[in-house]
Each structure stands twice: as structure tokens, then as C-alpha cells.
């Protein structure tokens, strides 16, 4: 009885009316009305079916998004960063400087106290990754919605390969990049060996390889194309090498950084590579962004490249998603496609694109609905649903002040 109850209440539409939705590819509707039934959005226009809602929610003067998406998070795999025993995104040892098959997955905690203060920023969807040296391991996409049970499917399932291949990265090949990419060439090669001879190497007859077996099969769905390499990268001529790199071996690669993208787009255009990308971090802090520009989110989204928008982890700080992609705004780039680089432009590049990043019939209903502009800080949530579900926008911060704060 309890269920059959509870199915129906999830079965009742919620209408939000009168509202000006951004739907997240770059377009606007003003006086709409969007329904959520079953954890879906089954309608969006501006003439609604007659329907027998549970709840009308008047969006007079408000804007209603798709949640906002994060790629390069280690929420939910560190609590503190200097207290060793919280962090569970990155290996330590002699053999981790390649570690393909680091899966984060299995360590991520749904109950961090972070989760809230991020979700009440408008982060619906993230990618929990792991950080390191040339390969780093995989990451996992999870919502935000702090559910203990059901989540197994997603932690165990990869959602990319992360790593970088700048001067950090080289150091751990002897300080050359050269080494660093003949060392990633011979991986990626042996690895596809690894697949040809596989019953050889069971039998142990096989020639010996880069990575033990564990690692080179964790880089098949790679080498297969089957899932993203996303590779840190900001020197324009590294960024070059690493598009020929991926485009020899058929890797599916997604830039990260890319200070001096913008002198290289042309490439970029022509293999079809998005660019995550921090705004508030373009500056020339090293020889590896000596030609970095504040408006580098402008520059390629003008050229024709892809861009994500994140907050580059920001030690753990995703709740500033948002301000990064006002910044941007700030910096020339036009509002429509700021808030289309935290919602749909990464749900694209991460094959999420059938199910989430707009606010379109059919999708699950990751929806905020904000008092006003939602890139500008005194604007605050009214509303925030993960798969139709409504969401507590209480943090621990919030339960403090209701504790300490004089009435």
C-alpha cells in the first residue's frame, strides 16, 4: 500500500508557469511553462496541455535551467585536503605515474558535506575523477542527490580516462616530455597488443609490456574509442602534439586547460575537440600559459571550438561554477552559450546528451529554478529537482547558522 501510494504521488505533474526557461543549447523561452511527471519534463512551450498538477509553482520574474554540470571534481573523494586519511582521489608510489586503471568509483562518498553546499549552487551532475601524473584512472558521473542505495551501476561504470601531459607530468619521466609521450605511445601500442595476444600473454609466451595487465586493460575502451581521454593540457605546441597524438591512435580526446588553445582552434574545429576551461584561471602563472587571455572562453566559442566551463576542482570549491562561467560573461563571451558550457556542452562531450544539459521534453528532470539571474551572486535557488525528485538546499553551513544565529 505504502508503495502504490508513493508511486502515485511521483506520478503527479509539478507545473512550473510564467517563467523564462534557458534551456541550455543556447536559446530562451520567456512566459513558458515546463511539466515534470514521473522524473521527466514531459512538456515545455507556452501552451500547456490541461493536466491536474500536484503542485503550481508561479515563475513570474524567475529562470528556470537544466542543473549545472561539473567535470573535473574530486567531490565526494576528499573532505579535507590536508587530512590524508579523507583524500581518496589520487595514488602515491613508485608505479603511479601511469595508473589507467584507478577507478575512483568504488572510494566516491554520496554523503560528503560537500555534496549539499554544491547543490545548492545549482550543481545537479558531476564528474568525480582522480588526479595524478600522466594517466591518472577513471572517473565517475553521479548526481547530486545524496542517495546512499542504488548508486552501484554508476560507481562501478567509468565515465572517461583522465590525465595531463604538461611539465608536472614530464617530471615524472625524467624531466623530457619527449619521454613522456614515447612512454604514453608504447602504453597505448601495448595495449592493443595486450587485446591481439592476449591467450600468449596468459600463457606467459608474450613479449613484455609497458603496464602490468591489470592497467593495459583498463585503457581498452580508449584505445577502442569507446570512451574519452580527457588530458590536461596548455601550451600551445603540446596542445598540437596531443591532437596528432589522438588522431593517430583513434583516441576520443577532450582538452583540459588550454591556456593558448586560442592559437591553435583551427585544429581543434577540425577534430571535433571540446576545451574545459577555468576563467578565472587564465593567466600567465607559468611558461606553459606565457600567452594566456582572460577571455579565452570568447576567443574559441567565436572561432567555432566546443567549451566547458568548470571550476578547475578549485580545492574542492564547485559551488563557483557559476561565478566562473559570470565571469566569462564579463569577459565577452555571450550569456546564452555561458550557460549552455555548464549544462549542455558537457553533457555533449560526455555522451549524456539523450538524457540531460536542456530543459526539453523527454530528458530527466534535472531543473533549477532561480529568484533571478543565476550568474549573478545575490540570486538564490527557489527550487532544485535531481530526476524530478525536489532537493534539500540545506548545508551544514545553513543548519549552523539556524543553531547559532540569534532570531
Not at 558521473?141 to 561504470?157: H, I, R, S
Request: glycine share 8%; with cysteine; proline share 5%.
Amino acid at each position: 500500500m505504502f508503495y502504490a501510494l508513493a508511486a502515485l504521488i511521483l506520478s503527479t505533474p509539478t507545473v512550473i508557469e510564467n517563467t523564462r526557461v534557458e534551456v541550455g543549447d543556447g536559446t530562451a523561452l520567456t512566459n513558458a511553462t515546463v511539466i515534470i511527471d514521473e522524473g521527466k519534463i514531459t512538456y515545455v512551450g507556452n501552451e500547456p496541455p490541461v493536466t491536474n498538477p500536484a503542485k503550481v509553482i508561479n515563475g513570474l520574474g524567475k529562470i528556470l535551467t537544466p542543473g549545472f554540470i561539473e567535470t573535473l571534481s574530486t567531490i565526494g573523494l576528499s573532505e579535507v585536503g590536508m587530512e590524508e586519511s579523507t583524500n581518496n582521489y589520487y595514488l602515491e608510489g613508485p608505479k603511479s605515474n601511469a595508473t589507467p586503471a584507478f577507478h575512483v568509483g568504488p572510494a566516491f562518498n554520496p554523503k560528503s558535506v560537500r555534496i549539499p553546499i554544491a547543490r545548492a549552487e545549482g550543481i545537479t551532475s558531476v564528474i568525480a575523477r582522480p588526479v595524478g601524473k600522466l594517466i591518472h584512472g577513471t572517473g565517475i558521473w553521479v548526481e547530486l542527490d545524496a542517495k546512499l542505495y542504488g548508486m552501484g551501476k554508476t560507481l562501478d561504470t567509468p565515465i572517461a580516462m583522465y590525465g595531463a601531459v604538461g611539465a608536472r607530468a614530464a617530471r615524472a619521466y625524467g624531466g623530457s616530455k619527449a619521454k613522456l609521450w614515447s612512454s604514453l605511445n608504447n602504453m597505448i601500442n601495448d595495449s592493443r597488443f595486450y587485446v591481439k595476444n592476449f591467450r600468449d600473454f596468459e600463457r606467459n609466451a608474450s613479449r613484455s609490456l609497458t603496464l602490468d595487465e591489470e592497467q593495459l586493460a583498463a585503457l581498452i575502451p580508449v584505445t577502442e574509442g569507446k570512451m574519452p581521454l580527457v588530458l590536461t593540457v596548455n601550451q600551445a605546441s603540446d596542445i598540437l602534439q596531443t591532437i596528432r597524438f589522438c588522431k593517430r591512435h583513434k583516441i576520443k580526446l577532450v582538452l583540459s586547460g588550454g591556456a593558448e588553445s586560442w592559437q591553435v582552434s583551427k585544429a581543434l574545429i577540425n577534430n571535433d575537440i571540446p576545451v574545459i576551461l577555468t576563467p578565472s584561471h587564465q593567466y600567465p602563472t607559468s611558461f606553459e600559459k606565457l600567452f594566456s587571455h582572460d577571455d579565452l572562453a570568447s576567443r574559441l566559442l567565436n572561432a567555432g571550438v566546443k567549451v566547458i566551463i568548470s571550476t578547475g576542482n578549485s580545492m574542492q570549491n564547485i559551488r563557483r561554477l557559476r561565478q566562473e562561467a559570470g565571469r566569462a560573461v564579463a569577459m565577452g563571451l555571450e550569456y546564452a552559450q555561458a550557460i549552455k558550457a555548464i549544462t549542455l556542452a558537457p553533457a555533449l562531450a560526455f555522451g549524456k546528451d539523450k538524457e540531460l544539459g536542456s530543459v526539453t521534453i523527454g530528458k530527466r528532470a534535472n531543473l533549477v529554478l532561480w529568484s533571478a539571474d543565476p550568474l549573478e551572486l545575490d540570486t538564490v535557488i527557489e527550487h532544485l529537482w535531481i530526476d524530478g525528485e525536489t532537493q534539500s538546499l540545506e548545508t551544514r553551513q545553513t543548519k549552523l547558522a539556524k543553531k547559532y544565529l540569534k532570531p
